[in-house]
Structure formats: C-alpha cells, structure tokens
C-alpha cells in the first residue's frame, strides 16, 4: 500500500510540474523538441557506440599496418642497396679467390706452372712441391702457404718472359730464391735457373 501511494504521488507531483508546460503551445513545442533531441542523444549515443569503438580500431589497425608497410619498404631498400653494392665488387671477389684460394689447391697451381713454360718455350725439368692439405684447414682465417722449388732450362730471352708471367700471375706467389747458370756452355745462350718459393691461400 504505501510503495502505491509512493508511485501516486510522484506521477501527481509530475503531472503538476509539467502542467504549465503542457498549458503553453510555445512551452509545449520547445519541450517536445527537447525531449526527442535528448532521446535521440542519449539512445543514439548507445546505438552508435559499437560502430565508433570498431571505427577506432579500424583506425589503429590502419597506423599499424602503415607502419609495418613502411618498415618492410626500408627493409627492401636496405636489400637492393646491398645487392647494388655487392654487384660493384663481384668480380673483384672472384679474383681475390683466385688470388687467394680457401685451400692449398696445388695442383691448379703445377698446371698453371706447366703451362707457362709451354706458352715461353721452356723446359720444366723439377717442380717440387711440399706437402700441403688437400682439404680445408682447421686454421679458418689464417694465412697458410706450401714451399716449391722449381727447376727449369731455356733461352735467357724465354726464362725472363716466364719470370714476368710467375710475378704477373694472378695466384699469390712469393719468390724467395732466384739462381741462373749456363747450361751446355756459356756460348749456348741456354740458362739453368732454379726457383724457391711459396704460394698463398686463406681458408
């Protein structure tokens, strides 16, 4: 009974308050355009809600995957940069491993002797060569070397133009004893000349 008086009473006090209001015509407009613009408000607000938080992620998800965009694009300019680069100096990385194998690779190096001496019509006579590793070193980085001694016969005009092909070769090659002697007497203009020395390489 008295939560019944209670709702009576407050619809009384209500209907009282908004008599003025409702007497008005012009109170009466201004009052129906509010109440809809506040119910418009306050129920839209609920309504639109959803639509502006997957609006806001929407937004944030369109920052992130412009940035990602923009850190793969930096990552492919550093790629081609360093392709650009390594194309301007393969060709001097191919002839430093030729300059400078990774293993002893003797016999390319007996092959390019012999074929030297052909090319200046001389005879090879001795080419001795020490033992050196077929395979890999365990010593990585390490600059290694084989000794040879080589022994060859020819005009003194051919042994020199064989000299300048062994200093000009592209292999690293120190040469660390040079002897000559005549060979069949001294008027036969033929010259003995006896090499020591060592080749080069880097695993």
Do not use: C, W
């Not at 008086?5 to 009282?16: G, P, V």
């Not at 639509?51 to 944030?60: G, R």
């Not at 590793?133 to 133009?161: C, D, H, R, T």
């Amino acid at each position: 009974m008295k939560i019944e008086q209670i709702k009576n009473n407050l619809i009384h006090k209500t209907r009282k308050r908004l008599a003025p209001v409702v007497k008005s015509p012009k109170a009466a407009s201004y009052f129906t355009i509010s109440l809809s613009l506040f119910s418009l408000s306050f129920f839209g607000l609920f309504a639109i809600r959803p639509t502006l938080i997957t609006a806001v992620s929407l937004l944030k998800e369109v920052n992130d995957l412009r940035n990602l965009s923009q850190d793969f694009e930096n990552k492919i300019s550093n790629i081609i940069s360093a392709q650009s680069e390594y194309e301007k100096i393969r060709n001097s990385i191919t002839l430093l491993d030729k300059a400078l194998p990774e293993n002893s690779d003797f016999p390319k190096f007996a092959r390019s002797m012999e074929r030297m001496s052909i090319k200046n019509e001389i005879t090879l006579n001795q080419l001795q060569i020490d033992s050196a590793p077929v395979s890999l070193s365990k010593n990585a980085g390490n600059l290694n070397n084989f000794n040879f001694i080589m022994i060859a016969v020819g005009q003194y005009e051919k042994i020199n133009a064989f000299l300048d092909d062994v200093v000009n070769n592209i292999r690293i090659i120190n040469i660390s004893s040079l002897d000559f002697s005549p060979e069949g007497g001294t008027e036969s203009g033929i010259m003995r000349m006896s090499i020591k020395g060592k080749v080069y390489y880097e695993p």
